[in-house]
């Protein structure tokens, strides 16, 4: 579900809903050249580097699923708000889902200049790890003491 009817927002959510290694070779219609992708992991500027770190996803996780669930536009700027479901190619577990926001800014030319994911990576990803989710779990309920 999408709140937005923006063309430039629905197609940020069209590339990330249908997200594989194919489509990441139009990842220049989407994103402008010396664009910039922040997340908890990273922080990169240009094409090539936002090309290698969502193919870095892409290949670590077995059955991606990426959907916006709202999406908001004012001007050039949008908000998402999206669940990523996954499971990892090292742990035998069931789906996992992280779910976070973006923030994306539009260049003038209608392609993507900046885009900031925010999620919680201790409580949507560390948490759920078999030997490191048991202390990410403990700290915790230490720090709400």
């Known amino acids: ?22 489509s990441l ?7 402008a050249p010396d664009a910039r992708f922040k997340d908890p992991f990273n922080d ?3 094409i ?9 996803i ?4 077995e059955v991606p699923s990426f959907g916006v669930t709202r999406a908001v ?11 990523f479901g996954f499971k990892m190619k ?15 800014r539009f260049a003038p030319d209608g392609r993507v200049a900046y885009h900031r994911d925010y999620w919680d ?5 560390y948490e759920k790890l078999p030997v490191l989710g048991i202390l990410m779990r403990w700290l915790r309920r230490q720090a709400a003491t």
């Open 58 to 61: 892409a290949t670590q996780v």
């Open 90 to 104: 090292r742990w035998r577990q069931d789906e996992q889902v992280i779910q976070g926001t973006s923030h994306i």
């Open 44 to 46: 990169v500027r240009g």
């Open 25 to 31: 070779q139009q990842i220049e219609q989407v994103y």
């Open 1 to 22: 579900m999408s709140g937005s009817t923006d063309p430039r927002v629905m197609r940020v959510q069209e590339f990330f809903e249908t997200m594989s290694l194919d």
């Open 73 to 83: 536009c004012e001007g050039d700027d949008a908000f998402l708000t999206w669940d």
């Open 121 to 125: 990576a201790a409580e949507e990803l």
């Open 48 to 56: 090539a580097e936002i090309h290698r770190v969502f193919a870095q």
